[in-house]
């Protein structure tokens, strides 16, 4: 069975950072290639970054040159670096494997002072 396991969201001020992890168990996660998306109130599902399994990523225009993925195919493991954070950054963050139906549980990351 497939799970996503993502952690390191929270509260944080404007300008601030933080890293998200996103866990992977039940997959050929090295195959994978692993999406970013979110979800802020009243909006719909967006994604944000997505890499592939050799490391090529592509992100969304609003946080390119803020926000870096990243993998560790030895610890089946995906990562949202988050630098520079807007309050218009806070949503409910999910991971998923592309092409597919298996999602994380999400994970809240709100910026506010």
């Known amino acids: 069975q497939v799970q996503l396991v993502e952690s390191g969201g929270g509260l944080v001020q404007p300008g601030g950072s933080l890293r998200l992890s996103c866990k992977a168990s039940g997959a050929v996660f090295r195959l994978d290639v692993m999406d970013w998306h979110r979800q802020a109130p009243g909006k719909q599902r967006e994604l944000v970054a997505s890499?592939?399994?050799?490391?090529?990523?592509n992100y969304a225009d609003s946080v390119k040159g803020r926000f870096t993925i990243a993998r560790d195919n030895t610890k089946n493991t995906v990562y949202l670096q988050m630098n520079n954070l807007k309050p218009e950054d806070t949503a409910v963050y999910y991971c998923k494997i592309q092409n597919s139906n298996y999602w994380g549980q999400g994970t809240q990351v709100t910026v506010s002072s």
């Open positions: 890499i592939t399994s050799g490391g090529s990523t």
